[in-house]
Each structure stands twice: as C-alpha cells, then as structure tokens.
C-alpha cells in the first residue's frame, strides 16, 4: 500500500488531488492522510475530487474547526455518502477512565492522582496524552507503576515544554517565557485550538479560585472541587493574586474571540498567540480592542 500524508497547513487541495489521481506504484491501493483542512484555501476542488471517484486512493481528511452546516457542496456530498464522521472531545472526567484503561491494557498501573496529573500536564487533547504514555511506556520498560513523580522526571528528561509549563509561566505573568513555551509548542506542531481550550480552562478555574478563597475552603476541597492536583495548586493561587477580575474579564473575551477567528479564518498561528500573550501580561490593550469593542 502507498501511504502519505499531507497538512493543510503546507500542503493544497491541488497537490493531494494530483496525488490522489496518480496510480499507486505499488499497484494496489493508496492512502492518503490530510490533516488540517479547515486551513485549506482550494477545499472546494475536494468536490472534484469525489466526483472523479478514484476506486484505488482511499482519503482521509481531519477538519479541527467548526462546521456549521453539511448543506452545499463537498459537505453534503459528504454526508450524503455517509463519509462524515463527527469525533467529539471527551470530557476530562472521561479522559481520566481512558487513561486507566489505556494504562491497564499496557498492563501496567496508575494511579487516579498520576492520571489527572498526566491529564494537566497534556490539556485535554487526546493524542497528545498518547504520545505521552507512548513515551512512559517506552521508559518504563519491564517496571509496572507510574507515579506522578516519574510523570514529572519524564516531563522534565524530554525537556520539551508541555501546556503545564505554560500555565506556570501565565501564573508569573512572565510574558517572554509564555512566547518562549507557546512559540515553541506551535513548532512542534501542536493544535494553537488546545492551547486555547486549555488556557479557557485555566483561567475559568483562576476565577473559581476567588470563589473557593473567599468561601475560606482548605486546599484538599479547592483541589477536589477544580479537579486538579497539589502539583498545580500553587500556580491557581499565584494567578488569582496576580490577575483582578477585570483583567479576567477581558482575558475571557481575547480568547472566546481568538478561538472563534481561528475557527472562522485562517490567520498566522503565532500572531494570534502573540496577542494572547498580550492579553494575558498587559491586559490586551491595543490590537484586540478595535474588533472586541472594549
């Protein structure tokens, strides 16, 4: 079988039809992975794709934005042929039994704390709570348990910045080691959408902090309550001391906005993160103001 695969992100409609069409050199059949295709500019040429019907390619595409309707062109072919498939994204809660039974299948152990820990350090985007265990597996060889304390140490011997790395940042208020880490991660071609989702989620909790602080609830109820770990309290607090409600605020609204424009559009992955950054060390003053009316 001939396998490729393409990226919206560098690669055209054009290019992977051009692929699509040529016979497989193997002389049997082809398969063909594109991912990114909400960022696409030439998607409707996917139309002439299906109506070509290529019976030896067989065609994979991963559409990460929204779409709203499957009512005009290559989307309603779509649907119509039963080839749309939607994956949802499981929640936290079912992403911790998925990382048990991930963990068991391996036949090895971990416990609910190390999960949740895992869970934090990866954000909620499944393949890259995979990759992850994929690398603990690999590491741990014939030993059986995993322990959040080997999670941390392997974190740290792959000295690759992770999504736990940038919330402690955003917790400091260290704007050039948010641009650092995030800059980094996009390089490494990680989805600038769960980094979105996963600092949505942080500073949700930041302002349920006040909350909790101000009920005089101690760690072990704050702890159950934002479903985390000792190992990520220290930078909930550190934020709610660093970030006033009104800043909160208008934290929210840069994201909500940033996540809608790189559903909607197709703009430069680490513009958008820059002014993230903004928003989060200087109150977004400036560029988003215009477009949030603030």
Known sequence: MDCYEFSGEENSMAEVKATAA????SGGVKAILFREFEKVKDDKLLEEYLKANYDFTHLVIVHSGAIKSFEKGYLKELRNRECAFEASKLRPGDLLEWIMDRVRHKEKSIS????????????????????QLEKIFT???DKESITPALILELSSVTKQYQLYDLHSAV?????SRILQIGFNMLERGESLIGIISSLTKFFTNVTRMGELLTARKDDNEIMKDLGITFNTLNNYKNSRKRYNDAELMRIAAVLLYSDHRLKTTS??????F????????????GDFDEELSL
């Open 112 to 131: 609910k704390e190390g999960a949740q820990l895992l869970l934090e350090l990866c954000g909620d985007e499944k393949y890259m709570i995979e990759m």
């Open 274 to 285: 820059t002014y993230l950054a903004g928003a989060i060390t200087a109150g977004a003053k």
């Open 267 to 272: 703009p430069d992955d680490r513009m958008i």
């Open 171 to 175: 917790a400091n208020k260290d704007g």
């Open 22 to 25: 040529a016979y497989p050199f």
């Open 139 to 141: 590491y741990l060889g």
